[in-house]
């Protein structure tokens, strides 16, 4: 039987990838500040797993301190320093919500170990956060161009397994989140799961984007923790 995704806000109106078989697994990808999730979508698409859908959410629209605006986000954003005040509240409910979607789809037959989330920039970021605090043990994370937020509260915040395969990508020119932050990113995560299930990939020439080769490098990802059950 299937649920109702009115209960879960942001499903109601998610571009969703459906798998061209029985869909045994599920990637949830959460796109970056000031986007949508239509153009990853297209993108997943291009790297699918026949056994494998893609939900797309579209972050909501709220004022960003940063940008002095009102955008898709999934929490406000105050710098994009190490040492830039963050918005907790906000990070902890947006990871709630998108708790909300995996709880979902265990209730309609793909079960938490068999998704793995991922995002880019503050998409990433969420998905860091949210797959750390989840009390679920998921297939793994996919960080695209990002940073771990709140990450003075881990390891003791960790709710989730140690045994979490993460898949962390930067560009080497990225001008947004420097690769350092990235780098300083995969160093605290070492210290809060198996560090010998993380990667760290960096591209020379590349900015705050992705590129066909690290696509590549994320369906490789998919296929090894998402295996055709």
Known sequence: MCGNNMSVPLLTEAETVSATEKETAAVI????LG???HGWAEC???IQLPHVKFICPH???????????MMPAWFDLMGLTPESPEDESGIKKA???IKAIIEHEAKNGIPPHRIILGGFSQGGALSLY???TCQHQLAGVVALSCWLPLHSSFPLGSGGSKNLPILQCH???DDMIPMQFGAMTAAKLKSIVNPHLITFNTYPGLSHCSCPQEMATV???VEKYLPRI
């Open 130 to 132: 949210t797959a750390l």
């Open 29 to 32: 990808f959460l796109h970056g």
């Open 171 to 173: 560009g080497e020119m």
């Open 95 to 97: 990871a709630e919500n």
């Open 219 to 221: 369906k490789e990802f």
């Open 44 to 46: 997943l698409r291009g």
């Open 35 to 37: 986007d949508s999730g």
């Open 59 to 69: 972050a909501p629209r709220i004022p960003v301190t940063l940008c002095r605006n």
